[in-house]
């Protein structure tokens, strides 16, 4: 069936072949006798008749020579004279004509044809084909001329040739030469002639009817866009742009536009078979499939994640409002605490003050100094814990000579600056509670009253005297009352000698004396 098929197709090549270059051929003869006069032969010669005519070359000399004078500046065109009749030239004369047109084409730069062609033994081999080209050219250079006056550019035009392969068993080596076809005809007539578009039409049925019957493919080379066939392929387009009947055949070339020419060598349509095409989507669907129910157990994985994640927020946020409430309650308990505290310590205060005013508001304390000189026989008899000192004055040996003394407490002469102070501390600190405390010491001439109040000079600080110790006491009590309480400490220094008193710290030296006066209130203190 399908070289029944391949013969009847093969057929109808030839036949439209034969028309096309007959009517090409038709065209050159018409032509010719325009330019140089009747040629002798049919309007409608045969390829032998056409060639028989034009082999002296002198036809085409004289053809040259009116478009392009002097084209060939010798034609020989006499005849010898022999034996009282006319001799036809020699065949080296046919070939001087011959070759000095084909220079003059060379120089006019038109498409020439072999000498040979001109030969009856090759007719067969397409050699008429060219020399009509090469007319059909001459042509076109002589009318470009008219129209231009001689200055217009001229491009020849050959003739469309198919040499398309009849069946498909041929080896791919001779399939690629054989697909050839060249589009340069159809270059730059895109706006044709009616003649034009009918060759046109019958190139695409070509085309058509050869894609849908043999299923070729638009071979390589005819597109090739690495050997800048650009021109070609948009005139293509444009001529399959003319015959929607082509344009299913073309549709994937003309989606293509922008594909590489690499990308067409390298996936042909008949190296895609169609079954591999149903398997590359087949497994591109189950890829699909795939990938989707990757997906969709990612999501589930998420949306799990999200559930546990949204309860975990929710537990957390429940978990510190609780939190949260217990703190408030136990503010509220520290609160009520610190407001019972604060009763506590006032209550304290208040009993700790009674219990200094029940040891009596005047305390007398005495402290005995070491005896420097060892050679001194000490006067201490007896010194108890109740506060009590016996005396004993070495000058009256009777009873007379024991005295008793009772004070609130005797530090005897290893007592400490530290034992001292703690037995005072108390009465000092009723200072901060708003409790008015003097503290001073009396004796004759260097008995200790400077050392126990103020320490020995450069003292350390295990020997810093009460007034030291008082101070830093005091401090340290305002400092923890910080929160509850505001104190404001002044000081003021002054000195009793020969009963006059005197302020040491007074800035003004007029005012040093009692009664003093403050110099920012001018108020008397006394
Ligand atoms: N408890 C003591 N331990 C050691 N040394 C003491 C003690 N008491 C006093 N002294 C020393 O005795 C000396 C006299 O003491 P201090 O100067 O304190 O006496 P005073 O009573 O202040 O004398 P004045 O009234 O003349 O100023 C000093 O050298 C002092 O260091």
């Known amino acids: 069936m399908t070289s029944v098929r391949t013969g009847s197709h093969e057929f109808n090549l030839a036949s439209r072949r034969a ?50 004078p002097g084209a060939v500046s010798k034609v020989v065109e006499s005849y010898s004279y022999l034996n009282g009749e006319y001799q036809l030239p020699a065949a080296y004369q046919y070939f001087e004509n011959v070759k000095n047109f084909l220079v003059a084409l060379e120089q006019l730069r038109l498409p020439g044809f072999e000498a040979s062609d001109l ?28 129209t231009t006056s001689g200055n217009g550019f001229f491009k020849h035009v050959k003739t469309p040739t198919f040499q398309l392969s009849a069946t498909k068993t041929h080896p791919p080596s001779a399939t690629k030469t054989s697909r050839h076809l060249d589009m340069s005809s159809v270059r730059d007539r895109n706006d044709g002639t009616d003649g034009e578009s009918d060759q046109l039409k019958v190139i695409a049925k070509l085309i058509a009817d050869h894609m849908f019957n043999s299923k070729e493919y638009i071979d390589e080379n005819l597109f090739s866009l690495d050997n800048g066939c650009e021109i070609s392929r ?44 149903d398997q590359f989507a087949q497994s591109n669907r189950s890829l699909h499939k795939r990938l989707l129910k990757t997906q969709e157990k990612e999501l589930a994985d998420l949306k799990t994640l999200f559930i546990e994640t949204k309860q ?69 008899d007896y010194i108890g814990k109740d506060g009590s000192l016996i005396v004993v004055d070495p000058s009256k040996v009777l009873k007379d000579g024991r005295k ?23 009465l000092i600190r009723s200072v901060m509670d708003g409790y008015n405390v003097c503290i001073f010491a009396y004796g004759q001439t260097g008995s200790g009253k400077t050392y126990t109040m103020s320490g020995p000079p450069g003292k350390s600080a295990t020997e810093m005297g009460i007034n030291y110790l008082a101070l830093s006491d005091l401090f340290l009590i305002c400092d923890k009352r910080k929160d509850m309480m505001t104190y404001e400490i002044f000081v003021q220094m002054v000195e009793i000698y020969n009963e006059q008193v005197r302020d040491l710290l007074a800035e003004n030296s007029s005012c040093t004396k009692y009664p003093f006066m403050a110099a920012e209130t001018s108020i008397y203190i006394t």
């Open 119 to 146: 030969e009856k033994d090759n007719l067969e081999s397409g050699s008429v084909t060219k020399v009509v080209d090469c007319i059909l050219g001459l042509k076109g250079y002589h009318e470009c001329k008219i």
């Open 19 to 68: 028309e096309e270059s007959a009517a090409r051929r038709f065209q050159a003869v018409q032509w010719l006798q325009s330019v140089v006069g009747q040629l002798g032969i049919p309007n409608h010669p045969s390829e032998k008749e056409f060639i028989s005519c034009l082999r002296n070359g002198m036809i085409l000399c004289y053809a040259i020579n009116k478009i392009h």
């Open 234 to 277: 948009a005139n293509f387009e444009k001529i399959i742009s003319r015959f929607p009947e082509l344009h299913s055949v073309f549709k994937d070339f003309l989606n293509e536009g922008t594909m590489k020419s690499s990308d067409l060598k390298s996936m042909p349509l008949e190296e895609l078979p169609v079954h591999e095409v």
């Open 312 to 380: 975990d927020f929710k537990d957390l946020q429940v978990h510190l409002q609780r939190d949260l409430m217990e703190l408030g309650n136990q503010m509220q308990e520290m609160t009520s605490a610190a407001q019972g505290y604060y009763k506590v310590v006032e209550e304290n205060r208040k009993l700790y003050n009674m219990v200094q005013d029940l040891k009596g508001n005047i305390r007398v304390y005495c402290r005995v100094r070491p005896i420097f000189n060892g050679d001194m026989k000490g006067v201490i």
């Open 404 to 426: 008793t003394f009772q004070f609130n407490q005797v530090f005897g002469p290893t007592a400490t600056q530290d034992d001292v102070f703690k037995e005072t501390q108390p």
